[in-house]
Nanobody, 121 residues
Framework: QVQLVESGGGLVQAGGSLRLSCAAS????????MGWYRQAPGKQRELVAG???????TYAESVKGRFTISRDDAKNTVYLQMNSLKPEDTAVYYC???????????????WGQGTQVTVSS
């Protein structure tokens, strides 16, 4: 059973920083398209940052220059460093990945359960 677990969310004042972590576990053969999404109340879930199929990173325009996505392949973990946080960054943040297990030949998409980030003004 593959599982994605997020951590690192919390309450922070505007201008502060948080680092989110998402660890993937299970019978994993390969991971790609790992990224971070967020969903604020009353809004659609949106891509915040991610790794593309070409190995580059992509960011939502609203977070460019403030957020940085990184990964530790040995730990099957992706991080989101969030600096200069704004109240509009308040949302539940989810990690997402396409994962190939040792027992299948097809990719499956997985979501974490989310971690709340609240930025106060």
């Amino acid at each position: 059973q593959v599982q994605l677990v997020e951590s690192g969310g919390g309450l922070v004042q505007a201008g502060g920083s948080l680092r989110l972590s998402c660890a993937a576990s299970g019978s994993i053969f390969s991971i790609n398209l790992m990224g971070w999404y967020r969903q604020a109340p009353g809004k659609q879930r949106e891509l915040v940052a991610g790794f593309t199929r070409g190995g580059t990173t992509t960011y939502a325009e609203s977070v460019k220059g403030r957020f940085t996505i990184s990964r530790d392949d040995a730990k099957n973990t992706v991080y989101l460093q969030m600096n200069s946080l704004k109240p509009e960054d308040t949302a539940v943040y989810y990690c997402n990945a396409d994962i190939l297990t040792h027992f299948t030949t097809t990719w499956a998409n997985y979501w974490g359960q989310g971690t709340q980030v609240t930025v106060s003004s």
